[in-house]
C-alpha cells in the first residue's frame, strides 16, 4: 500500500498554523560534494527539501538524495521536470499536471510515463496542479514544456485554473513564477486563489527575501519555495 505520511504531516502542521518552507535544489547545478556544508547555512525555518529541475542527467537525481540523507532529516520531495527525475529514494513525489499549459505532453504525457514507473512502487505520490505564472522573465519550465506564463493580471483565469485541478483531484497546488523571476507571484493572485482552495497552497520562484516570503504567506501560502540563493 503507498504511504501518505508527508501528505498527512504537511496538512497536520498547516492545521497547527505552521508556515512551512520548502528549498528547492536543482540536481544539475548543486554541487553534493558541499552538502553538509549548505544544509547547514539554509534557514533554520526549512521544513522541506524539493528536488528537481528542468533537465536533470540519469542517475543525478539518486545521488543527491544519498548525498543529503547523510546530513539531514528533513524531508526529501521530487520536484519533477520529467519522468526520468523519479527516484525510490525520496520520501515523496509532487506528480506535477501542468494545468496551466495546453501541451498534452505534460498535461499527461510524462505523466502516463511516471505512472508506469510507479505501478510497482510505495513512492509517496501526492498528486498537484501546477501553474506556471509570468514572473517578468523568460523560465526554463516554459521553455522546456513549450507553454506560455499565466499573466498575473488574469487573476480570474489563475484562480478558475487552480479550482479545476483541485475539482479533477489535486491534493496541492503550486503557483511558480520560474526559477529566477524577476517578479513573485504577486499578495493578489496568491489570496485570491487561496480563497477557492481547501487544498495546500504552495508557491515559489523569484522569492529571495525574508520580506518576499512573508508577503506570500500573509497573501495565503502554506508553503514558500526558495532557491538556493535566499537572504532569510
Do not use: W
Not at 504511504?3 to 520548502?22: D, T, V, W
Not at 533537465?55 to 543529503?68: G, Y
Not at 497552497?201 to 535566499?230: C, H, P, W
Request: net charge neutral.
Amino acid at each position: 500500500m503507498r504511504s501518505s505520511f508527508q501528505y498527512k504531516n504537511l496538512i497536520r502542521q498547516i492545521e497547527e498554523g505552521n508556515k512551512l518552507l520548502a528549498i528547492l535544489i536543482d540536481p544539475e547545478k548543486f554541487d553534493i560534494t558541499t552538502s553538509e556544508k549548505f544544509l547547514k547555512i539554509i534557514p533554520k525555518q526549512t521544513t522541506h527539501l524539493f528536488l528537481g529541475g528542468s533537465t536533470v542527467p540519469e542517475k543525478l537525481m539518486e545521488r543527491l538524495i544519498d548525498s543529503l540523507r547523510m546530513h539531514t532529516k528533513l524531508p526529501l520531495i521530487i520536484f519533477p521536470g520529467a519522468a526520468s527525475q523519479i527516484s525510490e529514494k525520496a520520501d515523496a513525489l509532487l506528480f506535477l499536471s501542468l494545468v496551466s499549459g495546453n501541451n498534452p505532453e505534460y498535461l499527461i504525457g510524462q505523466q502516463k510515463a511516471g505512472a508506469a514507473q510507479l505501478l510497482k512502487s510505495k513512492l509517496e505520490v501526492i498528486p498537484t496542479g501546477y501553474l506556471l505564472i509570468d514572473g517578468g522573465s523568460e523560465s526554463a519550465v516554459a521553455n522546456v514544456t513549450n507553454t506560455l506564463p499565466m499573466p498575473q493580471s488574469n487573476i480570474e483565469g489563475i484562480v478558475h485554473t487552480a479550482l479545476a485541478a483541485e475539482l479533477m483531484g489535486a491534493k496541492s497546488i503550486y503557483l511558480e513564477a520560474g526559477s529566477g523571476a524577476n517578479i513573485p507571484v504577486s499578495a493578489q493572485v496568491i489570496n485570491a486563489v487561496k480563497q477557492v482552495l481547501t487544498i495546500p497552497l504552495i508557491v515559489g520562484g523569484g522569492i529571495r527575501t525574508a520580506e518576499q516570503k512573508k508577503l506570500s504567506y500573509d497573501a495565503g501560502a502554506n508553503m514558500v519555495v526558495m532557491g538556493t540563493v535566499f537572504e532569510a
